[in-house]
């Protein structure tokens, strides 16, 4: 008896394996070629280019504009310390994990290192620096005192920041809330009883005077 060959008996598509490969690859060729025209039309869009080399940037630091000319590649940060004298934000890590260099960006906490200075142009920035009115302590900085929620004092800027943005949009926090609001801060000297208290105190002290206003 003879065997039928299994290729044979198979019904036939009308595609050979050798069309079916061509017809893949010229599949693979059209999609690529039309990323490279995605590129292309991105590239040639219209906006302006910035760098390699130093570029002038206008930052809003505290109310007051700042000039600066530097590359695309400062960070916030960099500008601020560097360029402009503005220390209240420290570098530790660098990596956007400790919270020392925390600022505020339209309101909202940010780290000045993770932040490019050209990317914060045209927004309103608030260092520690520009906290400070005549002269005398934010509620914030007062609750600190008090509780003495401060050792070293490197990372406590950052913790003033994280602390102002947070009482001012949340006017009566929980010791949760406040957990949460300061867990992008470290402090190496554990103070977090004392942060916490002072971020209760000065909450109740913010909140009491806005009602008395």
């Known amino acids: 008896m003879k065997r039928k060959n299994s290729r044979q008996a198979q019904p036939d598509s ?20 039309a990323g490279e025209g995605l ?20 930052l809003r630091i505290n109310g007051q504009p700042k000039t600066l000319t530097v ?23 660098d990596r956007g994990t400790c919270g020392a260099c ?3 960006i339209d309101g909202k906490t940010a780290y000045a ?24 302590l934010t509620p914030v900085m007062q609750a600190f005192v008090d509780n003495d929620a401060q ?10 920041m994280a602390m102002t943005a947070l009482v001012k949009h949340n ?13 992008g801060n470290l402090c190496r000297c554990g103070t977090y009883h004392g942060q916490k208290t002072a971020a209760l105190q ?11 206003a």
């Open 14 to 33: 009308g595609v050979s394996r050798r069309d079916f490969l061509r017809g893949a690859s010229v599949a693979v060729s059209g999609g690529i070629l």
């Open 39 to 58: 590129l292309h039309a991105a590239a040639d869009a219209p906006g302006e280019v910035r760098g390699p080399g130093a570029t002038k940037v206008v």
């Open 71 to 93: 590359e695309p590649r400062v960070t916030l940060l960099d500008a601020l310390r560097d360029r402009l004298d503005m220390t209240g934000a420290k570098r530790v890590c």
């Open 102 to 104: 925390t600022v505020m």
């Open 113 to 136: 290192c993770s932040v490019l200075a050209v990317e914060a142009e045209g927004r309103d920035i608030t260092t520690i620096e520009g906290l400070v009115a005549e002269g005398k």
């Open 151 to 160: 050792q070293c004092g490197f990372c406590t800027p950052g913790f003033v």
């Open 171 to 183: 006017p009566n926090p929980t010791p949760a809330e406040v957990d949460l609001a300061l867990s």
């Open 202 to 212: 000065a909450a109740k002290a913010m909140h009491s005077g806005a009602k008395s």
